[in-house]
């Protein structure tokens, strides 16, 4: 079976886990993938439409003569799943499956989509390998677990299955798709963990976590030291990298873990990293061990100032001051880090907003990432939100339907939230952090429109992952157009050794 995935703006694991199933299976797998042109930080739209790739996107999928197209779609993706869908539809006549966070969040909503045959609910490895093999064998299984079925103008809800407990048992991500889109050159994504011990209220976990609950299952899984250990000595001896990116939601979160990982990494990978980490994991004798395995910066989640807002808004339970020593102890050890902060949270004053800058101001951080706050479906907080009428139905419709989702900059309202403020902290709190004092007069004097938003990006994070994202972007951007404006071939050729990397 041939099996198209389309996909937006970045590479994507979740994409690469599928492919590799399904190839280690026989089956064939390519990947149209559309650079976006900075469309989720910034959105640039002049760009965006020199460079429209649709109809040559459109062109190439009917070349290929896919048995099936697949998307992974998050919340934000939504609207350019719908366009494609409803494009590819019109020329071909495919069967269309979409899977990903926001078909799990809000199934009902996105099986209505009239382009969309099928949807998938949670994890997908085991659920689109059972349905590509029935699809082959000519006779498709519509009680396959996870997978939502449109047939004879009804909708077969099927079951979820548990969650995958054993990640190790999975082949390695199939990078072939997204290296030659340009989307990834000296940083590798990988991911160790699957799922999060905590439960904010503006995260999917929590939703997730009841949704894929089965007794005697672990939500929160993690591969063994050995096989993420494989994948980097695997990918290094395949693609030039010099920087490894753990995208777990929270990597320091198992002591032992970290301690047998850190060991083996700095003899076996010895190459410099970044991560994400929790406040209350980053404990001094950890996070000397990860400085000494070459952890070179790291992601914080402050998310609020207040402590009465992270406490009964964001269910974050820590004071500020458990911030402050996760601070002191990342700069003692030398490892820099940024913060992930919000504004525009609901219920938050001004004032309130302002105490996130006073606090990034106290721990001093290498870079402060900013985003106004966007109520993704099903998480507590939006439905926080609509029990308490702080968002109109038109404005949720508008969730449902993905419009701003990149949350850098939500186009959604919600009532009683000074937006002119948070608009203002947006841009601010990079800007005042990362500058001495002297010039705060001026900087705060500045008029806060796009123009001092992009000002701003070199103070989000380091110069290293500025630098590294920069070019990140622009060989995606530069490769991908490239392929599409001067290819006459498609498939696009892969190598064999690149296309090995999937059967591991
Ligand atoms: C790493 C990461 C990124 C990286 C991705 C890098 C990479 N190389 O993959 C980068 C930095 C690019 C990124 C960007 C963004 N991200 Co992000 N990201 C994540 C993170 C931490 C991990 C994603 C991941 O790889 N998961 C592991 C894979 C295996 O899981 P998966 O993708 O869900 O796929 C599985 C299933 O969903 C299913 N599935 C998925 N697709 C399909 C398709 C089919 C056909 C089928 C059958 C099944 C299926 O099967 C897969 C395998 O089991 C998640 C949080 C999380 N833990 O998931 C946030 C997360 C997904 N990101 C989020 C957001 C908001 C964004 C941005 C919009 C942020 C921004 N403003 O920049 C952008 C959007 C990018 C885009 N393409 O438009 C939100 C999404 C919320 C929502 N409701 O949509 C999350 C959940 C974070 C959060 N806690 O809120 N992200
Ligand atoms: S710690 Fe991060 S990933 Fe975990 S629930 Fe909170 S926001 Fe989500």
């Known amino acids: 079976m041939k099996v198209l995935f389309f ?58 003569k896919p048995d099936l197209i697949a998307f992974s779609c998050l919340t934000n993706l939504y609207p350019w799943v719908n366009k494609m869908s409803r494009l590819i539809k019109e020329v071909m006549d ?22 969309i045959d099928m949807i998938c609910i949670g994890e997908g490895e085991e659920a689109l390998l059972e349905l590509v093999e029935s699809m082959q064998s000519g006779c498709i299984n519509y ?12 909708v077969i809800r099927n079951p979820v299955r548990p969650l995958i407990q054993n990640l190790d048992s999975l082949p390695f991500p199939d990078k072939s798709l997204f290296r030659k889109y340009g989307c990834f050159s000296e940083r590798i994504y990988v991911m160790t963990t699957r799922g999060c011990p905590y439960q904010c209220s503006y995260c999917y976990n929590s939703y997730y976590k009841k949704l894929l609950n089965f007794p005697g299952f672990s939500y929160l899984r993690r591969r063994s030291v050995r096989n993420v250990i494989d994948e980097l000595k695997f990918f290094k001896s395949q693609y030039p990298i010099r920087e490894v990116f753990f995208c777990d939601d929270i990597f320091t979160i198992d002591d032992k873990w970290i ?32 400085k000494d395995a070459g952890c070179i910066y790291v992601d914080i989640g402050i998310e609020s100032g207040s402590e009465e807002v992270r406490r009964k808004i964001l269910k974050r339970h820590m004071s500020n001051q458990d911030i402050i020593n996760a601070a002191k102890i990342l700069k003692e050890v030398g490892i820099k880090f940024c913060t992930l902060n919000m504004v525009g949270l609901p219920t938050e004053t001004a004032q309130q907003m302002r105490e996130t800058y006073e606090l990034n101001k106290i721990i001093k951080p290498d870079g402060a990432i900013v985003s106004i706050f966007y109520p993704y479906p099903k998480t507590e907080l939006a439905d926080f939100c609509l029990e308490n009428k702080l ?12 419009e701003g989702g990149g949350y850098k900059d939500s186009c959604i309202i919600i ?90």
């Open 143 to 154: 009680s396959t677990k996870n997978i939502w079925f449109k047939r004879n103008g009804e």
């Open 391 to 402: 968002i109109a139905p038109e404005e949720y419709e508008k969730i449902c339907n993905g």
């Open 7 to 64: 996909h937006r703006n970045a590479e994507w694991i979740g994409i690469e886990y599928l492919s590799s199933i399904l190839k280690k299976a026989g089956h064939e797998t390519e990947l149209i993938f559309d650079p976006g042109a900075g469309d989720v930080e910034y959105k640039f739209r002049f760009i965006e439409k020199i460079f429209d790739v649709t109809e040559k996107m459109i062109k190439m999928a009917k070349a290929y």
């Open 94 to 115: 495919v069967p269309i499956i979409v899977g990903g966070l926001h078909p799990t969040l809000l199934p009902e909503y996105v099986i209505k989509n009239p382009y």
């Open 415 to 504: 009532k009683n939230t000074d937006l002119k403020e948070a608009k203002r902290q947006l841009i601010l709190i990079p800007f005042l952090t990362r500058t001495p004092a002297f010039l705060h007069p001026i900087i705060k004097a500045l008029p806060i429109n796009n123009f001092t938003r992009i000002l701003s990006i070199p103070f989000l994070s380091i110069p290293r992952n500025n630098y590294i994202r920069t070019k990140e972007s622009l060989t995606m951007f530069m490769k991908s157009n490239f392929l599409y404006f001067f290819s006459k071939k498609f498939p696009f050729n892969i190598s064999d050794k690149e296309q090995s990397c999937a059967t591991k």
């Open 259 to 290: 301690k047998n990982f850190c060991i083996i990494y700095k003899k076996e990978i010895n190459l410099p990293f970044k991560a994400f980490v929790h406040p209350k994991t980053v404990k001094r004798e950890i996070m000397k061990l990860l």
